[in-house]
């Protein structure tokens, strides 16, 4: 009797551990990939940490170049990122971006294209993190500006005597300031004209050497000085929407996934509308606080996402 008695409850062991299994891939783990950057690794980590707080099995892979996490995702060695909508049209789908798609089109362009990969791009985060021109608050509120519309006005005004401060590489490159002074319909003296890296460019704003420098738009520097980032009103600029996507197998296999990640989505600004003006700005506004949490008050990037999923109900602390 007890060689019966032991023998079921190790075949009811089992098939407890064999249910286990079942609802977790069979114990595989459903990995998460996530770029070299502050929002990046934040991103990433919101992700796995949601996943396994909603009973899944997730690992990450963290610190990838942009082409190393696409390769990773169509080997399928990723099964879940966050990536660009402007990265994804391209340079992953090698589109040639013409100014005037707004933020919306470009992810349905990008949402259509990529299903015919396997791809499924969820709901994106309105953040928009692209090249932009920002101004110190008294600058803007001195001269009656709010848009690169009237940024361009002001240039033009002024014979582009304002000094300016950009990255090299954009004022160099054909799709850079070149393209957005004939799109706007303005020019910068040069000798009012400053180059450099992208972090000299906000030194040399934070310093008040110059009243107009290049951003991205989730630059930390943004929310912790308050300056104000012209709203790119024609369109210009490429949209940069941080969107979750999936493999297609991998939501096959874990439906559920999809659900998960739109909740998240859907605690920033707009989340799961269409995009306006309004929208991104205050979805910027979000992820340049995020940022600022690592690179500012050195918190670790995990210790963020939590802290984020906690606040906005996501999970238990």
């Known amino acids: 009797m007890r060689k019966i ?21 069979g114990g595989e783990k459903i990995t998460v990939g996530n770029k070299n950057f502050t929002e990046q690794l934040i991103v990433g ?22 082409m190393a996490l696409r390769q990773g995702m169509e080997a399928g ?38 299903e015919g990969n396997d791809f499924i791009w969820l709901n994106p985060m309105w953040n928009n993190n692209t090249y932009a021109l920002a101004s110190w608050p008294e600058f803007t509120e001195e001269h ?11 240039y033009r005004e002024e014979d582009g005597k304002i000094d300016t401060f ?8 054909p799709d850079g300031l070149p393209a957005l002074e004939e799109h706007y319909d303005f020019d910068i003296d040069e000798g009012h004209l400053m180059t450099g ?21 989730t630059d930390y520097d943004i929310a912790e000085y308050g300056w104000h980032v012209y709203a790119d009103d024609q369109s210009f600029f490429p949209p940069y929407d941080l969107t979750p996507y999936v493999r297609q197998a991998t939501l096959d296999e874990y439906p559920e996934i999809a659900a998960i990640l739109n909740e998240l ?28 949490r690592v690179d500012v008050d050195k918190m670790e990037p995990d210790e963020v996402a939590r802290e984020y999923l906690f606040e906005h109900g996501l999970i238990e602390e």
């Open 5 to 25: 008695i032991t023998s079921m409850l190790l075949g009811l062991l089992a098939l407890a551990l064999i249910v286990a299994g079942v609802g977790c891939g």
């Open 45 to 66: 980590e919101m992700i796995k940490q949601l996943l396994e707080d909603r009973g899944l099995k997730a690992s990450l892979k963290s610190d990838l170049s942009s």
């Open 77 to 114: 060695d990723i099964d879940i990122c966050a990536d660009y909508t402007g990265t994804a049209w391209m340079v992953h789908l090698g589109h040639e971006y013409e100014p005037g798609v707004d933020n919306n089109e470009l992810y349905r362009l990008v949402e259509e294209e990529e």
């Open 144 to 154: 009656g500006l709010d848009t690169l519309s009237d940024l361009a006005a002001l």
């Open 166 to 173: 950009v990255g090299f590489e954009f004022s160099a490159r």
């Open 197 to 217: 890296l992208p972090g000299p460019s906000r030194m040399a704003l934070t310093e008040h050497q110059v009243d107009v420098a290049m951003v991205f738009g």
């Open 265 to 292: 989505v859907a605690t920033f600004p707009g989340g799961g509308q269409s995009a306006t003006s309004s929208i991104v700005s205050q979805c910027q506004g979000v992820w340049q606080a995020l940022n600022a």
